[in-house]
């Protein structure tokens, strides 16, 4: 099995108003590092699993709308909590979205996606599965 | 599937008296940087694995007898040699049980569990299981 | 000359709302790595610049009204533009009063501080200069 | 599972003449810092998966041939792309064989393999089988 | 006194052919990780250094023609040994150029300036002077 | 001015016998990385400020009688606390003998060196002056 990963990064502000979530309930942010990593059988004859800058790009372009904002005023993550791990899970699908579509490569070797998000140097969270 | 990590640390004296150990026979002592990973198969209405104060709190409670501490004067470790390998599976067995007890949460969502010790910046180990 | 640092960090809101600013004009937020660093000519006869424990828990208490706050919403800040070079200075003057008032040794012994914020893995800041 | 990762490093030069690999196509290199990392079921009565000493020398003799290397001269790699993948399977292979030899432990207790390149602070890949 | 620094990184290849090398007198080549730290006395109204955007952009300007190159084959490199330390000193010489067309501020408000190259996890070098 | 840092590590085992050092008083251990920093003006007609292999040579050396001890046990550190900033006067005293004696260049070109001991991820002390 082999495994590629590339890494980016978003600054976002968002609150999480439920109890649970104790002091974070209010408006905050973080700031993200994002790994997305993709996993195959078997790499092509140029000893590629797909081209990296394609990988770097898919992941840039996805993080592209959230940079910078205020993801209480996302229409799409209206009535959700936008925690750690549901923002992997969202980045986890938009990827593997792309990857679908052969966005980064033609044979879509990629058979399963990691998504991993950094929200401080003590505290990670990912969302894994095949595509 | 998703996982969870946090990071403390601990800081130990032991020895390893056997002629394996070579040059770490004698009393000496390490700086373990110890992560706890949760694994799940699937996220809360509240977009969470387990709440990450809680699990903060099982780990630094479960590394709090071990700071600081001359490992070869423990009882419960008399006997045996403590290496990372074997610090890795006592503090899985710890963080184990209080995921058994619902400490981490009511419905007992943490299916599976990393516990990695980095000894240096050059070597670390990790044992996981299912819970 | 000696140096001492500590780490913690904060995960904070805010919007810098001028148009150099850019995309960042609006709310987001970020996590901030704190890095504090006093520095001294001489260690004690303990081998000591000041208690890693005390300078830990000055660090702590200066950031515990930052956490997970809306920067925008202190009244300390109103008008203020809270750049990660300002958030520097900031700290670093809460820190430095700490220092002075004797709170991290009686003999006043740090001379200079530094106060580093990493905001990404690829950007941070730092604010330094005598006690 | 217990798993055991030790690290080096090898700085190396290369071209990888295609078109796919846009401004890599001449002569450049890379830093490529090494994980290899092992995974068994159990450890021994000395609380041990291998000898780290073991791993770290096992891992050092096969990077060794390639330290300060110009990839396009090595015979071995005539007609082949030495991307990160194919030098992580390289590696790989050298690492199992010596595994398989039974020079990390009598008893080769090792059942699985991973070995990471590091080619920057924003990419990985690694490579991963049973032995 | 402030700082702010920023990093990205480079892939070359070159020789260093003199016997002082030793291992790395023939064609090899590295990842550089370059920070590029600027230093001022005073912050803007903006509470800014300079715009991190242009610090960003002004690094990736300098590093560009020397991505996936190999340094021996640069004219303006001939006869010279592209040291990690006689590299700092270049990439300082072209950034402290354009901090002194004022590209980076109207004010010229950096006053010196250190370029950090790092060659591997163990190694690093900088070049630090005013401007 | 130039600066080259290179990195090693060491695991020991100590007490901190007094009041002041709380739950550390007893028998316990680190992991200290540590860096050794040495600077210059200038560097030669190779490109050099000293040749990288003879620093880490020396900070090898320097740190061997280290490895895996006792450092209460050790004749040269009776009577002393042997804190982290101790141990970074030690080390400093240490590399700057031997650059003295002219171990690390014919010229004596180094003049100022810094010794850093990261003691966790959270906490590291350096000592800093001219040689």
Redesign the interface.
């Known amino acids: 099995?082999?495994?590629?990963?590339?890494?980016?990064?978003i600054?976002?502000?968002?609150s999480l108003p439920?109890e649970?979530?104790?002091?974070?309930q209010?408006?905050?942010?973080?700031?993200?590092?994002v790994d997305a990593t993709l996993f195959t059988q078997a790499?092509d004859h140029?000893?590629?699993?797909v081209?990296?800058?394609l990988a770097?790009a898919a992941l840039s372009a996805v993080l592209d709308p959230l940079?910078?904002?205020?993801l209480d005023?996302e229409p799409e993550f209206a009535g959700?909590?936008?925690?750690?791990?549901?923002l992997?899970?969202h980045i986890f699908e938009q990827i593997a979205a792309r990857v679908r579509a052969g966005e980064l490569s033609d044979e879509n070797r990629v058979e399963r996606l990691r998504i991993t998000l950094h929200?401080?140097?003590?505290?990670?969270?990912?969302?894994?599965?095949d595509i």
């Open positions: 099995m082999f495994a590629l990963e590339v890494r980016d990064h600054m976002i502000g968002h439920a649970i979530f104790g002091p974070a209010g408006m905050h942010g973080a700031t993200f590092t790499i140029h000893g590629l699993m081209d990296i800058g770097t940079r910078y904002q205020n005023e959700k909590f936008t925690t750690t791990e549901f992997c899970r929200e401080s140097h003590l505290a990670k969270a990912w969302c894994e599965d």
